[in-house]
């Protein structure tokens, strides 16, 4: 079956532009993870969705980020007026009743 | 803070021999413990893993093994393949399943034909 996809699968932008990344998880997983892992960095937890549950947005870096999941499938990352810093691989992933993440390709988003 | 530690950032082994990747943390909230896989432009795949009421797992050519008391965990790759060339996550959860996952940094593989 499908994956974890996200697009695009690369992204360059200018400084103080914002941006979108997109995730498609598996379908039926209930949970949605969103992390980011910047050079010579392990990964970085952003963001979590469960069910309709209240995100847990305890590792979004600063008020730019931004997500949100539709429907209880695709989710939608948003940073506002990116910064240098912000330059990373973005990474998606998806879980069902376990402990294992299924993580997607990822978005390398280059800021200028 | 790092809660999660691979302290080696890289390790390079010859084919047929044992891989040793070491990983270290300092929560002892975490309770289960994953290592992943990871190749260039691809997304990290899951390994093997290992709850915190055991202390070895094993899966073919891979085996986990977990000190609580030294908060240390190791995976033993064996004999290890040029295919094992790559970049291993340690991770580690502390809120059951479905909930966050703390990574370390990574340590980068490479097997030598």
């Known amino acids: 079956g499908a994956g974890v996809s996200q697009s695009p699968s690369n992204k360059v932008t200018e400084k103080g532009k914002d941006v979108e990344l997109r995730c498609d998880p598996i379908?039926?997983?209930?949970?949605l993870y969103w992390y980011r892992q910047s050079l010579g960095q392990g990964l970085e937890f952003l963001i979590y969705?469960?069910?309709?549950?209240?995100?847990?947005k305890s590792g979004l870096p600063s008020d730019r980020f931004s997500a949100e999941r539709t429907g209880g499938s695709v989710s939608t990352l948003t940073i506002q007026r990116t910064q240098q810093e912000d330059s990373a691989v973005y990474l998606c992933?998806?879980?069902?009743?376990?402990?294992?993440?299924?993580f997607g390709p990822g978005t390398r988003l280059t800021v200028l | 803070d790092q809660q999660v530690k691979q302290n080696s950032p890289s390790l390079s082994v010859q084919e047929g021999r044992i891989s040793i990747l070491n990983c270290d943390y300092t929560n002892s909230m975490f309770d289960y413990f994953l290592w992943y896989k990871k190749y260039p432009a691809e997304g990290p795949t899951f390994l093997i893993s290992?709850?915190?009421?055991?202390d070895k797992n094993e899966d073919g050519r891979f085996t986990v093994f977990l000190n609580k008391s030294a908060k240390h965990l190791s995976l033993h790759i064996v004999p290890s393949q040029p295919g094992d060339s790559a970049v291993y996550f340690c991770?580690?959860?502390?809120?059951?399943?479905?909930?966050?996952?703390?990574f370390g940094k990574g340590i980068t593989l490479s097997v030598r034909p």
């Open positions: 969705f469960q069910g309709n549950s209240a995100p847990d």
């Open positions: 992933a998806s879980s069902s009743q376990g402990f294992e993440q299924f």
């Open positions: 379908s039926g997983h209930t949970a």
């Open positions: 290992i709850s915190s009421i055991k």
């Open positions: 991770a580690a959860s502390a809120g059951g399943a479905n909930s966050k996952l703390t």
